[in-house]
Structures are given as structure tokens and as C-alpha cells.
């Protein structure tokens, strides 16, 4: 077998592939040991007949599909990993037969790989950084949380409904007149702060009283499920029916004690003040490296192939269907819900799944371009650092590490030098 790689359109390689008569006779006489069993030949029983007699009775062609099939299958990995260094292969491969005799058979693969993108400047820009606080009211928020443990539902009917609120409304919404799927319901119970509904439904829905009715205006977000609702403004016509409130007990160092392990109030807010404090550190650093590559991909050049895209929507789609199972649904239900086909739903994230893809290859470039690594002496700190963060030591620990966690290890560490290299030669702006 003789092969050679083509550099083609649109980020795919063609590779051309010699197979040796040898190697052709070889791959039908498996062929026929695979497939003979479905062949029925009169005067022989099922799976019996000699190849030369199958092959005069049904043609010579019988056996030529599975035979493509053994040599692609042998053959075809064999060289992604001998080209391992010169491309990645991303999709699967259309393959095509160019040649086929008694003498040799020719055949091609025009597979999809991993595209090399080029960037502009990806020093010296001015980059927004973002930073976030937390106030002493978001502490108390999250420290009253653990009351609702223990608390009460009541009717509430002498005031009207706020925020934790749950009420029970009939809505009917509307775009231009018209009434859409999904948006009408009766005795519809919702928690009010819950996010549940369209951004600013239930900020609108809170004030009102038992029995009164509302017109309500808000404007669905552009990237909507439902593709004929984006950004179109509509009117839900609201009827609250009934109100329930949460009555929550005493906050005290006993509840405190019973329910977090902390011994005192002061403990525990101390805890959930240090949790928020990092929880906005994280949030203003991923929002801050998104901004990063965000300003580094506007000058990206790259034909990304269909098939990454298509495997970044399969994982968006996956990641979605689990959200929604952790709320009682099946992704199939939602879509019939919402009255679009499978393929529609999935061209909703084509943009952002297009964008994800960039983003990464930016990173993998600069990576390369900086020569940005992982030293042993870091993957064993990193090792260290979360032994003893679950009470082991590093020898314990690296017994239970496969080497896809040390790859995950390593290109941590890589992913954070190259975000500080990335800060320190950019100019952030506050």
C-alpha cells in the first residue's frame, strides 16, 4: 500500500491511496469470509456455496463493497496516525474509488482537518477587564437562603406579590396581534425571581394584587428558542389568581449550627462571604479572557470545516438536553412544545458554536506561536496542590489519575500562563 496527501479546498486533505493486487485479492477473500453466510446459491444450502460459484452467480462486483470497507477500515487510521504531525483529521472522510482492475485499485479520501488561522496583533490592544464586588446585601441574600429549609408556605392576601413569591396567573401573549404557540396558560404557577420567563415577565408581574388584571410588554431576547420570536416585542395579558409566600424561621446560631455545621451566624456569613467573594473573582476572569480572545478573533482569518461546527452544536445540544432533564423534560418534548424541527433547533447555535470554535483555534495558535508549556515540576505542584486539597498525598493521589486527567492537568496550566501572558502584554482597561 502507497499512499500521498494533497492539501485541498476549504481545510480538507485528499489522501490517495495505491492498494497492490495482493492487497485487493486479500481484501475480497475476507470480504466473502464476512458476508458469505447471506448469499443463497440454488444446490447449495445458505452460506455454503464456493466464492467462484457466488461470484458467477451474483457477479464478481458481490463481494467489492465489504472489500472497500476492509482496506479503508485497516488502512485508513493507519495513516491518520503515521500524518499525525502534518494535520488532524476533524470529520469523516468522503471517499471515492478512483481506479479499480484485476491489477490494483485506487482509492481516495477527502477528509476535513483541523485548520491552521490566521491572526493579527495579539499584543499591545486595549482590552476591557472586568471585576465584580460583592455587597453586603448579596451576603445577607445568600446567607437567609438556608432558611427556606424549614419554611412555611402561606396565602398571602393583604398584600400584593414580590420577589420569592409564588403565583398562581392565567397569561396570554400575543406579537402583533396574534397569539403564538406556548404562550397562553391557565393556573400557571410561577416563582417570581426565578427566571423562568423572558427578561422583565416577571419584574412586571410583581406588584400586582389577587384578582387584578395587566397588560404586560416585554421583548423576547435575540437569540430565542423559537426562531419567529427573536427580538420581537409581545403583550401577555395577565390575570393574577391567587398568591403564596414563604414564611421563613429565625435566623440564629442554633439554625445555623443544625443546618451548616458552622457553630455560629457570624461563621457561616463569614464562609458565604468568602464563596461570592470568589465566585465574582471567577465570573471576572472568564469574562475577562472571553473579552481577550474576543479582540484577538476580530482579526482572525480561518475556513473553519462544517464538521467542527456540527460537533460543537452536537455538544451545545447535549449540554442543553441536560438542563433541561434536571427540570423534568426530554429534549424531544421541548421541541414539539415549541413547534420547530430538530434541524432548526440546532441552526440556533450555529453562530455561537462557529464562534467557539475560533476561539479555540486562536488559543491553540498563540499557544504554539509563544511556545507556551507545562514543565513536569508544574503538572507535580498542580498534582500536589489537589492531593491535599482532598486530604491525600501526591503518591496516593496520582494512583487514581489516568493520563486523559494529567492531559487535562497539563493544558490547565497551559491555558492559564497563556491568559497571564496575554494580560501582561495587552493593555487592560478597567
Excluded at 146 to 161: F, N, W
Excluded at 365 to 391: C, D, F, H, L, Y
Aim: negative net charge; proline residues 3%; glycine residues 6%.
Amino acid at each position: 500500500m502507497k499512499y500521498t496527501t494533497a492539501a485541498g479546498e476549504k481545510s480538507t486533505v485528499k489522501i490517495t491511496i495505491d492498494f497492490t493486487k495482493d492487497e485487493w485479492d486479500a481484501a475480497l477473500a475476507e470480504s466473502f469470509k464476512r458476508t458469505r453466510g447471506k448469499y443463497t446459491v440454488p444446490g447449495f444450502r445458505k452460506g455454503k456455496a464456493p466464492r467462484s460459484v457466488v461470484e458467477n452467480y451474483y457477479g464478481k462486483a458481490a463481494f467489492f463493497d465489504e472489500a472497500f470497507n476492509v482496506l479503508y477500515t485497516k488502512h485508513y487510521p493507519e495513516i491518520l496516525d503515521k500524518e499525525r504531525a502534518n494535520f488532524t483529521a476533524v470529520g469523516e472522510p468522503e471517499l471515492s474509488i478512483d481506479d479499480l482492475s484485476d491489477e490494483k485499485v485506487v482509492m481516495s479520501a477527502v477528509v476535513p482537518v483541523k485548520p491552521d488561522v490566521k491572526i493579527g496583533a495579539y499584543k499591545g490592544l486595549e482590552i476591557k477587564k472586568y471585576e465584580y464586588s460583592v455587597t453586603n446585601e448579596e451576603i445577607t441574600k445568600e446567607v437567609n437562603k438556608i432558611l427556606d429549609r424549614e419554611a412555611k408556605t402561606v396565602d398571602v392576601i393583604d398584600r400584593a406579590c414580590a420577589e420569592g413569591d409564588t403565583v398562581n396567573i392565567n397569561f396570554s401573549g400575543s406579537v402583533d396581534g396574534e397569539k403564538f404557540a406556548g404562550g397562553t396558560a391557565e393556573d400557571y404557577d410561577l416563582v417570581l425571581g426565578s427566571g423562568s420567563f423572558i427578561p422583565g415577565f416577571e419584574e412586571q408581574v410583581a406588584g400586582m394584587k389577587i384578582g387584578e388584571d395587566k397588560d404586560i410588554t416585554v421583548k423576547f431576547p435575540e437569540n430565542y428558542q423559537a426562531e419567529n420570536l427573536r427580538g420581537k416585542d409581545a403583550v401577555f395579558a395577565i390575570h393574577l389568581n391567587s398568591v403564596k409566600g414563604k414564611q421563613l424561621p429565625e435566623l440564629t446560631d442554633e439554625y445555623v449550627k443544625k443546618h451548616t455545621g458552622s457553630q455560629t451566624v457570624a461563621d457561616y456569613t463569614a464562609k458565604v462571604k468568602e464563596r461570592l467573594l470568589k465566585q465574582a473573582e471567577n465570573r471576572g476572569r472568564d469574562e475577562t479572557e472571553n473579552s481577550i480572545i474576543q479582540a484577538i478573533s476580530k482579526t482572525a482569518e480561518c475556513e473553519i470545516p462544517q464538521a467542527m461546527i456540527e460537533s460543537e452544536i452536537d455538544r451545545m445540544v447535549q449540554d442543553f438536553s441536560y438542563r433541561l432533564m434536571y427540570q423534568g423534560l426530554k429534549l424531544e418534548d421541548y421541541i414539539k412544545y415549541m413547534g420547530i424541527t430538530m434541524q432548526s433547533f440546532r441552526g440556533q447555535f450555529a453562530e455561537q458554536a462557529k464562534t467557539r470554535v475560533l476561539s479555540q483555534l486562536v488559543i491553540e495558535k498563540i499557544v504554539r506561536e509563544e511556545k507556551i508549556t507545562a514543565a513536569p515540576e508544574e503538572i507535580e505542584a498542580k498534582i500536589a496542590e489537589q492531593a491535599a486539597s482532598v486530604g491525600k498525598t501526591a503518591e496516593e493521589y496520582k494512583k487514581n489519575i489516568d493520563p486523559r486527567q494529567q492531559e487535562y492537568i497539563a493544558n490547565d496550566i497551559v491555558i492559564t500562563k497563556l491568559f497571564a501572558f496575554l494580560e501582561e502584554n495587552n493593555k487592560m482597561q478597567k
